[in-house]
């Protein structure tokens, strides 16, 4: 069963601690995606990656970088946490000419 | 600027009646329109695509219809069944994009 797995289901953290969301597919998917998910506001893409070592800002860069190291893992880091980085975190991956994503379960991370 | 829009944040149906779920959009560039489903806590998955060059395609009890002179969609589901309440996202990408467009999403409660 193919998929996408993202590390954590449920983190809490300390506001200025640095945050890694792990991200990994085995469908050898060319590009990889982060978003957030908060209420009223939909999803909102973070940062997305159509090649190893490639990457293009979303519509809400700041505050995050990204890693994409392999081709099936992308890691979304949280350089300081902040509050307002309280959110859900959806990974999704997709292959050229296949116009759908896969997402991953998501992770609900909390920063206090 | 969001280009995908979806004005209901939510909507309430009777099990066994129609649910019309409707998305509005900005840029005329959008070749493809995809709606995804999201429970609580889990990933959106993909329900239903189309393509610009259609105004209908249907999938058992899921029919999307696309107007592009008045750049709207609207999902359809007939019957409406309990399983169905979730929050749907309609999406968009265009011809030469990597990243879908998220409307902000509707959340469709059916009622016994």
């Known amino acids: 069963d193919v998929k996408v797995t993202q590390s954590s289901r449920y983190l809490v953290k300390r506001t200025g601690e640095k945050v890694f969301l792990e991200c990994v597919q085995d469908m050898d998917h060319e590009n990889m995606f982060w978003y957030r998910q908060d209420p009223g506001l939909g999803l909102r893409l973070i940062y997305f990656s159509y090649d190893v070592k490639m990457k293009e800002k979303g519509d809400i860069p700041e505050g995050y970088s990204v890693s994409r190291e392999k081709k099936e893992r992308f890691s979304l880091i949280l350089e300081s946490a902040s509050t307002n980085q309280t959110s859900m975190y959806l990974c999704?991956?997709?292959?050229?000419?296949?116009?759908?994503?896969?997402f991953g379960s998501g992770t609900r991370l909390t920063v206090v | 600027d969001q280009q995908v829009k979806q004005n209901s944040p939510s909507l309430s149906v009777q099990e066994g009646r129609i649910s019309i779920l409707n998305c509005d959009y900005t840029n005329s560039m959008f070749d493809y329109f995809l709606w995804y489903k999201k429970y609580p806590a889990e990933g959106p998955t993909f329900l239903i695509s189309?393509?610009?060059?259609?105004d209908k395609n249907e999938d058992g009890r899921f029919t999307v219809f696309l107007n592009k002179s008045a750049k709207h969609l609207s999902l359809h589901i007939v019957p409406s069944q309990p399983g169905d309440s979730a929050v749907y996202f309609c999406a968009a990408l265009t011809n030469s994009g990597y990243a879908l467009n998220f409307g902000k999403g509707t959340s469709l409660l059916v009622t016994p």
């Open positions: 999704a991956s997709s292959s050229f000419g296949f116009l759908g994503y896969t």
């Open positions: 189309i393509s610009s060059i259609k």
